[in-house]
């Protein structure tokens, strides 16, 4: 079975990471806790029942505003003139013996309804991220997230209405 988590460094094996980018893994090895602590952004884990300290991905969240006019037009006609509150997904990323399992799928639809969870206690528009590459750009593009107005490279997926 797999588990959605809170990082914890006490339980999960931040140094045995390895997903094949470099800054991504450096950011889970070195500086995750210290954001988390901080508050600057929590960071979840992805690990099976049967060995909690693997970590098989994770991703990170934390508070977010966008201007409105940087959503598209059809959008734009139905919200206030000032930045929208949103949630941004700053890192997601899956260990490279597990990749093209489905695994990132999973870690997006858990980031998804932590947001939608969230939104219940505390208002947001959209879940905002930045693509790293073509290929992360295309991955969220097929979940329905839409490209900003001024930024191609930078997406969101409005969270209901």
């Known amino acids: 079975m797999l588990d959605d988590l809170t990082l914890d460094p006490a339980i999960h094996d931040r140094q045995g990471f390895e997903c094949g980018i470099p800054a ?14 901080r508050g600057i952004s929590s960071v979840y884990v992805l690990t099976e029942s049967a060995q ?11 508070a977010a505003e966008v201007d409105r006019q940087r959503l598209t037009e059809a ?58 590459d073509d290929v992360a750009k295309a991955f969220y593009v097929h979940f329905g997230f839409k490209t900003l107005q ?6 969101y997926l409005p969270l209901g209405r």
């Open 75 to 132: 959008e734009r006609k139905k919200l206030p003139l000032y930045p929208l509150p949103c949630f941004r997904m700053g890192r997601l990323a899956c260990r490279t013996d597990r990749q093209g399992q489905g695994l990132g799928k999973l870690l997006l639809g858990c980031a998804v309804d932590r947001c939608l969870k969230a939104r219940q206690q505390v208002a947001a528009y959209a879940l905002v991220v930045d693509a790293k």
């Open 24 to 37: 991504l893994n450096e950011y889970l090895h070195r500086f995750a806790e210290q954001h988390r602590r």
């Open 150 to 155: 001024d930024a191609p490279m930078t997406l």
């Open 52 to 62: 909690p300290e693997r970590i098989l991905g994770y991703y990170t969240l934390s």
